[in-house]
């Protein structure tokens, strides 16, 4: 058995796709597939079960997949620890990122793991929270920021920061409650009530989004429920439609002033209560991270309070 036929399989396994995994590894489906033919040969087990959509593993399969996980991550970490013996650290991170702060974030956490660990790889990947969790328990994120994640015994988080959440209206055309009222606070900025927002038409992301879950949890706390206007999955989309005067959205404002443009919107702060969004820091804990790995997440920490600071 080699690695390299043991990476293929897993590619092939986690995308369930011979075509996807082929693009993945930039190498041709034929040898692609010739490679876990060979697998197969050596362990005289089936491990996929071929159809017209892709493929599904079989027992022995999945088995393996388990076992390779392992395998190649015991690998990973041996070739990081013989590196440190001529003061180097290689080895490679995956690091996934929400869209509400790709922009923010991607520039200055590149900068950082270049200066600190200049031998090692870095790749960045953009989804949102619940994606995101799935790709870390399945080994394709190793690291991930995540919005609002309920427990889980897989995954191991570290609270970064709390974000609070505004509520996001098109320009000019500010939504009235049945009150009527404005609420501007000590500093002029306009407020509403969690109570009255649900009489505002929302476009939200889909369910189990960590948005749409948060804002349906606080607002059965007090018992009321949102108004679905629209479900989309991208907040970028959400912010365009919002503009375009479909309906409001509850997002942070770091999210309106990197994926919108500002001056398309009124933003209003959202009270009794405060509606505040939890970031936190995510790893496997079926994948124990490596030196690399390691080192990089106390560079996030403190890039994530540096940003903080300036925003």
């Given at each position: 058995m080699e690695l390299k036929q043991l990476e293929y399989f897993i590619?092939?396994?986690?995308?369930?796709?011979?075509?996807?995994?082929?693009?993945?590894?930039d190498i041709a489906q034929p040898a692609l597939s010739r490679q876990v033919r060979l697998l197969e040969i050596e362990l005289q087990q089936h491990l996929f079960i071929r159809n017209g959509r892709g493929v599904t593993m079989t027992d022995a399969g999945k088995l393996l997949l388990e076992h390779g996980r392992g395998i190649l991550h015991q690998v990973a970490r041996t070739r990081e620890e013989l590196s440190r013996t001529n003061g180097t650290l290689v080895g490679r991170v995956a690091l996934g990122i929400p869209p509400s702060l790709m922009k923010s974030l991607a520039v200055p956490l590149t900068r950082a793991f270049r200066q600190h660990l200049p031998h090692a790889s870095l790749t960045i990947s953009e989804g949102l929270s619940v994606t995101m969790q799935e790709l870390l328990a399945s080994g394709r994120l190793d690291i991930a920021l995540l919005y609002n994640i309920a427990p889980s015994p897989e995954i191991e988080t570290t609270p970064l920061i709390e974000e609070e959440m505004f509520l996001i209206e098109p320009m000019g055309q500010k939504v009235k409650t049945s009150a009527h009222l404005s609420h501007p606070t000590s500093r002029g900025v306009d407020t509403v009530?969690?109570?009255?927002?649900?009489?505002?038409p929302l476009i939200v992301p889909c369910r189990p989004n960590s948005i749409r879950m948060l804002i349906e949890s606080e607002m059965a706390n007090i018992?009321?429920?949102?108004?679905?206007?629209?479900?989309?999955?991208s907040v970028s989309a959400i912010l365009a439609l919002v503009a375009d005067?479909?309906?409001?959205?509850?997002?942070?404002?770091?999210?309106?002033?990197?994926?919108?443009?500002?001056?398309?919107?009124?933003?209003?702060?959202?009270?009794?209560?405060?509606?505040?969004?939890?970031?936190?820091?995510?790893?496997?804990?079926?994948?124990?991270?490596t030196l690399v790995q390691q080192r990089f997440i106390a560079v996030i920490q403190k890039e994530i309070v540096a940003w903080l600071n300036t925003d």
């Open positions: 590619h092939v396994a986690e995308s369930a796709s011979f075509t996807r995994a082929s693009i993945e590894l009530s969690l109570k009255e927002l649900a009489e505002v018992g009321c429920r949102p108004k679905i206007a629209l479900e989309i999955d005067g479909q309906g409001s959205a509850i997002l942070t404002r770091n999210a309106a002033n990197s994926l919108g443009d500002p001056r398309l919107f009124t933003i209003r702060q959202i009270t009794s209560p405060l509606l505040k969004s939890k970031l936190m820091l995510a790893t496997c804990i079926r994948h124990p991270t």
